[in-house]
C-alpha cells in the first residue's frame, strides 16, 4: 500500500509577532515534560523542561505552560526571530522514568 | 563544549550491507540513548545503557539491529544486514542522570540503504 508519512502542523508567523506552539501529551502520570527545536539537518536541541509540579516556567524569550487537568502543555517564544524557524517538538518522560516519547512536532514558519 | 558526536553523518549502502554507526557522548554523561526517526513513525527510542550497561532495547526492531557500548566514551549501533526499510536518521543522545534530566542529542547519521 502507499506509504503516508507525518503530516507536520505548520504555524506560520510575522517577525516580531509571539508564537504559541501546543502539544497534547497521553499519560496522566508523565511527570516531566520537555519543548526541543530541531533545525533541518540536526538534531533536536534542548529549549526548556518543566516538571509536573509547576505550571509554568520561563527561559530566554520562551515559556513553557502545563495544563495537567487537561493534559496540555504549550510553548510560547516572544519576539520570533527568523532564526526561531524549526520544527518544536514536545516530549513527556515515561516507561519508569527514563524514557522519552516524543509528540510529531509542529514546524514553526516565521515570515519577514 | 563538546556535544554528542555522531560519524558518519551520511552512510549510502547497498542493501544486505553491515553498518555501523557510531556515537560519543559528552563526557561525564552516564547515561546513553539511540533513536531513530522517519516521516512515518517520528522520533522513536531504540535502545539506552546506563553506566555503560544495556537497560532497555524493546525498541529495537528486530535482531538484524545490535547496539554496545564497551566504554562510557563510545557506542556502536550496527545493521546486520540491512535492509531498504532502516533508511532514516538516527540519532544518538546523552545525560546526566536518569529521569527528569535533559537529553542532548547529536546532529545524527542519515542512512539510506539502496
Known amino acids: 500500500g502507499e506509504s503516508v508519512g507525518l503530516h507536520l502542523p505548520t504555524l506560520s508567523v510575522q517577525e516580531g509577532d509571539n508564537s504559541i506552539i501546543n502539544c497534547a501529551y497521553s499519560?496522566?502520570?508523565?511527570?516531566?515534560f520537555i519543548w526541543y527545536k530541531q533545525e533541518s539537518g540536526k538534531g533536536p536541541q534542548f529549549i526548556i523542561d518543566?516538571?509536573?509540579?509547576?505550571d509554568k516556567r520561563q527561559g530566554q524569550r520562551v515559556t513553557v505552560l502545563l495544563n495537567k487537568t487537561v493534559k496540555h502543555l504549550s510553548l510560547q517564544i516572544a519576539a520570533t526571530q527568523p532564526g526561531d524557524s524549526a520544527v518544536y517538538f514536545c516530549?513527556?518522560?515515561?516507561?519508569?522514568?527514563?524514557?522519552?516519547?516524543f509528540g510529531t512536532g509542529t514546524q514553526l514558519k516565521v515570515e519577514l | 563544549d563538546a556535544g554528542v558526536i555522531q560519524s558518519p553523518r551520511h552512510e549510502v549502502t547497498e542493501m544486505g550491507q553491515e553498518v555501523t554507526l557510531r556515537c560519543k557522548p559528552i563526557?561525564?554523561?552516564?547515561?546513553l540513548f539511540w533513536y531513530r526517526q522517519t516521516m512515518m513513525r517520528g522520533l522513536e527510542l531504540l535502545i539506552y545503557f546506563n553506566n555503560n550497561v544495556p537497560i532497555d532495547d524493546s525498541g529495537m526492531p528486530e535482531d538484524r539491529f545490535s547496539a554496545k557500548m564497551p566504554n562510557a566514551s563510545f557506542s556502536t549501533l550496527k545493521i546486520q544486514p540491512s535492509e531498504p526499510r532502516d533508511s532514516a536518521v538516527y540519532f544518538c543522545a546523552s545525560s546526566l542522570g536518569a529521569g527528569r534530566q535533559p537529553q542532548h542529542f547529536g546532529d545524527g547519521t542519515r542512512l539510506s540503504i539502496l
Open positions: 518543566i516538571r509536573s509540579n509547576m
Open positions: 563526557s561525564g554523561h552516564d547515561y
Open positions: 516530549a513527556e518522560l515515561t516507561g519508569g522514568g527514563n524514557k522519552l516519547t
Open positions: 499519560n496522566s502520570a508523565s511527570d516531566y
